[in-house]
C-alpha cells in the first residue's frame, strides 16, 4: 500500500541555519504531497502543496519540490526562527480512498 | 471565514463508558474525515464522511462509529472505551470532492481525550 517515509527527529538547529526535513513516498499513480505543521496543543496547519511531479509547493520561506524520479518530497528553509519550533508532517492524498496517509511526524527545535 | 470547530476539547471518561466528539467543517465543506493521533502510532485514518455517506473506513475495531448530518457536521462515537483509546482526535475538512482530487484538508484543534 501507500505510504510515507519521514527523516526521525528530533531535529535541532540554530536560528537562522538551513533546514531539510527528508521526506519519501511509495504510492500507485500519482497522489498529491503536502507538508502539514502542527504547533503544541493545535491541530495541523497545511504548510505547503504540490499536485504534481516538478511543482514546488512554498509559503512562509519554506519550499518543497515533487520529485517523481526519487519519489521525494523534502522540505526545506533558508533561515529559520525560533517560531518555527514545531513537529512537521509530510502526507499524500491516497486518491479513491478518501484520505491522507501521513509520516510520523518530524520536530523541529530551533534555538535562539 | 470560520475555520474547523471541535467539541469538546478536552475528555476524561473512565474505562466501559462512551464518548461523543462533534465536528463542525468550514462552510461549504462536504467531506469530513477523522484522525486519531498518539505518539506511538502517529496519525492513523478513523473514517470519511460526503453528502451523509461513509465511503471509507480506516482500520479500527467496531467500537469506533462515526455519521454525518445533512448540514456537514460530523460526529464519531467510541463505546466501551480502553485506555488505549486514549489520543487526540482530529477533525478535518475538504471542499466537495475530498482530498482524492487534490485538495487540501483543514484540520481542527482537535479533542484531546484521556481514558482512566
Known amino acids: 500500500g501507500n505510504s510515507v517515509t519521514q527523516m526521525e527527529g528530533p531535529v535541532t538547529l540554530s536560528e537562522e541555519a538551513f533546514l531539510t526535513i527528508n521526506c519519501t513516498y511509495t504510492?500507485?499513480?500519482?497522489?498529491?504531497l503536502f507538508w502539514y505543521v502542527q504547533y503544541p496543543g493545535e491541530g495541523l496547519q497545511l504548510l505547503l502543496k504540490a499536485t504534481k511531479a516538478d511543482d514546488k509547493g512554498s509559503n512562509k520561506g519554506f519550499e518543497a519540490t515533487y520529485r517523481k524520479e526519487t519519489t521525494s518530497f523534502h522540505l526545506e528553509k533558508g533561515s529559520v526562527q525560533v517560531s518555527d519550533s514545531a513537529v512537521y508532517f509530510c502526507a499524500l492524498s491516497d486518491k479513491g480512498t478518501y484520505k491522507y496517509i501521513f509520516g510520523t511526524g518530524t520536530r523541529l527545535k530551533v534555538l535562539a | 471565514k470560520a475555520g474547523v470547530t471541535q467539541t469538546p476539547r478536552y475528555l476524561i471518561k473512565t474505562r466501559g463508558q462512551q464518548v461523543t466528539l462533534s465536528c463542525s467543517p468550514i462552510?461549504?465543506?462536504?467531506?469530513v474525515s477523522w484522525y486519531q493521533q498518539t505518539p506511538g502510532q502517529g496519525l492513523q485514518f478513523l473514517f470519511e464522511?460526503?453528502?451523509?455517506?461513509?465511503?471509507n473506513k480506516g482500520n479500527f475495531p467496531g467500537r469506533f462509529s462515526g455519521r454525518q448530518f445533512s448540514n456537514s457536521r460530523s460526529e464519531m462515537n467510541v463505546s466501551t472505551l480502553e485506555l488505549g483509546d486514549s489520543a487526540l482526535y482530529l477533525c478535518a475538512s475538504s471542499l466537495e470532492s475530498g482530498p482524492s482530487l487534490n485538495t487540501e484538508a483543514f484540520f481542527g484543534q482537535g479533542t484531546r481525550l484521556t481514558v482512566v
Open positions: 464522511y460526503f453528502s451523509e455517506t461513509q465511503r
Open positions: 462552510s461549504g465543506h462536504r467531506s
Open positions: 504510492a500507485t499513480g500519482y497522489p498529491s
